[in-house]
């Protein structure tokens, strides 16, 4: 792609995005609704597993973890809520 062209531009969507997105489209595919538990559900194993990996680490705040360790675990008391120990 030429600079300045935007024709055959692909933006980048990580690995994580599209097990999402694949999620979604099978369930409209299903004619299903898209709520989030069945997007939930639909994820596979793999998908919880990477997203406790090192990218997914605070860096300047600005990653899942910690700053939703709260959000995502309500019923785990703080000292249970590592990531680390969730994964």
Known sequence: ??????????????YHENMVKK????LYKEKKNQSADRIIAELMFGF????FT????????E?????LEADVFPNLSPSERDH????
């Open 1 to 14: 792609v030429s600079k300045g062209s935007r024709k055959g531009f692909k933006p980048w969507t990580s």
């Open 23 to 26: 999620s979604k489209n099978k």
């Open 48 to 51: 919880w597993v990477d997203i």
């Open 54 to 61: 090192k990218p997914y680490h605070n860096i300047n705040n």
């Open 63 to 67: 990653r899942l973890w910690p700053n």
């Open 84 to 87: 680390s120990e969730i994964y």
